[in-house]
């Protein structure tokens, strides 16, 4: 009886996984947006033959920190919560990710 527990427990964490694993590529999208602008950015102003701001620099690395640390947030807080509440953090954390991200990049264009 004792080894039934684990094993049901186990099938038990699938669903949250799933969740996790899906939820994680959107994120992992973002991350790789982020990542493209930099390179991209930084491409454009070689080229141009200019330099990049330090605001332009700061705003740039937080919009690559920003999902790894939503996405975490996410996780944590919906960890211990019912399947759906744990897909609604997901999903409002890809709003704020994408409200934050789209805030960033208007103010790289005063930077």
Do not use: H, K
Not at 47 to 74: D, R
Not at 76 to 90: D, E, H, P, T
Request: glycine letters at 8%; proline letters at 3%.
């Amino acid at each position: 009886m004792t080894q039934a527990t684990p094993a049901r427990e186990r099938y038990r964490q699938w669903p949250a996984l799933a969740l996790g694993i899906l939820f994680g590529l959107f994120y992992a999208y973002d991350l790789w947006e982020a990542v493209g602008n930099v390179l991209t950015l930084a491409g454009v102003a070689a080229q141009l033959g200019i330099t990049l701001s330090a605001a332009a620099w700061v705003v740039l690395i937080v919009s690559i920190l920003m999902p790894i640390g939503i996405f975490i947030t996410a996780l944590v807080l919906g960890r211990s919560r019912g399947y759906l509440i744990q897909a609604l953090f997901y999903v409002c954390g890809l709003a704020v990710s994408a409200a934050t991200y789209l805030s960033l990049v208007s103010v790289i264009s005063f930077a």
